[in-house]
């Protein structure tokens, strides 16, 4: 007997009916995206592992701990990308975009990975939708793609998400705070677990991304990132703000909110659930600006904002609202004998052709059968086709849901489904 072999842990398959949530939340991004202006850009699911190093940094658990890297028959060291805006970025410059254009707006959709610890909506596939702009230098972009994401949360249907947002400090503020940080670390190291004493040295910020209690506590008294904002970063934040209130987006400033990636500067921002669906995963989209990271990457000095949502969080969140319903036929074709089976062959097609839903079993069977089936399609209407209805042109359009069954003629058959829409 052949050995049975399942799927990767953590790659999840995505199958009906529960894809249908997944093409509302496609279907409602894309058209969010058209009204905004954003056009799609895809990238491959593979690149240089050297692309994630020097973007997301040597020191954050995602490239030491996380990414799927690999050799390849070259030798090259290849990684599986784990986040969506370095690619985008190594696009950006390839291509030479900057040159055709003063300002780019992109938007992706898409598969990531990393080799993580899973919980309810964090897997080691996990899919994301994320927006891009790149060009624009003023807060009036970070406003624009935050009210974007607004915009797709309401469009399908999710009610409670709330926004926080943070400055990370321009060139002139990070480092200073990242000593003070730093000093105030190292002088309550013993309370730090060891994994964040090492964070100290390496990446100081990343300690405000540590779960331990006992850190947490010490990092109740760590100094503001806010309170150290230099003239500049401080009038950038406060203007984000402001334009927020204009749009009537409520927001918190945390200052205890970092992300988990090193290319942030400036505005940092989630949107973050308390559906208990998601557990401790509250987190469904976050980003911020990172203007450093196209001429880092060897590109033009460039500005640049972005965020990435979790798909598979916010598919969560929307099965269990229930308010995506998977489509269903407008009209399912039994044969009544083998004799109809080719003429209500060429029915399915002819209508399919003209835009309606059909189903038929083409595995026949008895007349019995293929109704159970039709029942089991929640198909709107049935109609039964055999030798009587094609001498005669006529069929009866019976409602599946209950009522009586409607005489119609075969060759208006499209028209009557139409009118019944």
Known sequence: MSQKISGVKGMNDLLPPDIAVWHALEAAARETFRRFGYEEARTPLVEDTALFVRSVGEATDIVGKEMYTF????????SLRPEGTAPLVRAYIEHAVAQKEPLTRWWYLGPMFRYERMKA???????????????AAGPVQEAELIDLAMQLFRSVGLQGIRLEINSLGDAETRPRYLDELRAFLRRRKGDLCAECQERTETNPLRVFDCKNPGCQAVLAGAPSIIDALADEARAHFETVQRQLSVLGIPFRVNARMVRGIDYYTRTAFEFLSDDPVLGTASTICGGGRYDRLVKELGGPDTPAVGWAMGMDRICLLLKAKGTVQPAHPELFVAVAEEGAAEAALALVSRLRNAGHRVDFDTRGGSLKSQMK???????TFALVLGSRELTSGEVQLKPLAGGEPVPVRLDALEAALLARR
Do not use: N, P
Request: no cysteine; proline share 0%.
């Open 373 to 379: 089936r039709a029942d089991k399609s929640a198909a």
């Open 71 to 78: 050799e390849d028959k070259a030798g090259r060291s290849l």
């Open 121 to 135: 909506g964090r897997y080691r596939q996990f899919w994301q939708i994320g927006a891009e702009a790149y060009g």
